[in-house]
């Protein structure tokens, strides 16, 4: 019995997953967007690969103290992550706008390590003042836009919205 009902809403929700995926394949960006992606990619790619290596004492120095994993694990994690999404903005363009979503999202949910520099007065990549951290608070906005506006991810949502 229980089967059936999970598997039902299995199917419920891989059909709409397929549906918005279809739909959201053939989204057009001009030139300048696809620069743009193009660019987060490779600065998500950059970042990712610093995660592993040569900044990641500095990344560790962001991971708040809530968090119930070590810190080491989750900058390898982060990075992982962000590797896997600067590589899928530069090389999946049929994908860009569900790539765009997952890096917005990505961007929302290290948000709280950047509140926990300022917070804690931790000093890394050259944040060594309380003004510094501040003002790096309002650069995750622009960066959660550039992934949505380069992607053409807020255009698919826009163009869904019309179609119901």
Same mark, same amino acid.
């Given at each position: 019995m229980y089967d059936l009902i999970f598997y039902d809403i299995y199917l419920n929700v891989m059909?709409?997953?397929?549906?918005?995926?279809?739909r959201t394949r053939d989204i057009n960006t001009n030139w300048v967007q696809t620069v743009f992606r193009i660019l987060l990619g490779l600065n998500l790619l950059f970042a990712g690969i610093s995660h592993l290596t040569f900044a990641r004492l500095e990344f560790v120095a962001q991971v708040p103290n809530w968090v119930p994993f070590s810190d080491d694990l989750v900058v390898v994690l982060s990075g992982?992550?962000?590797i896997l999404l600067g590589?899928? +903005?530069?090389? +999946?363009?049929?994908?860009?706008?569900?790539?765009?979503?997952f890096v917005a999202l990505f961007f929302v949910i290290i948000f709280p390590g950047n509140i926990a520099q300022y917070i804690n007065?931790?000093?890394?990549?050259?944040?060594?003042?309380?003004?510094?951290?501040?003002i790096r +608070?309002?650069?995750?906005?622009? +960066?959660?836009?550039?992934?949505?506006?380069?992607?053409?991810a807020l255009k698919a949502c826009l163009i869904r919205k019309q179609m119901n």
């Open positions: 059909t709409k997953l397929i549906s918005i995926v279809k992982i992550v962000e590589l899928a +903005l530069i090389a +999946l363009p049929k994908w860009k706008v569900m790539t765009g979503w007065q931790t000093d890394a990549f050259g944040l060594n003042t309380d003004l510094a951290r501040l +608070l309002f650069f995750q906005p622009v +960066l959660i836009a550039w992934a949505l506006w380069s992607t053409a």
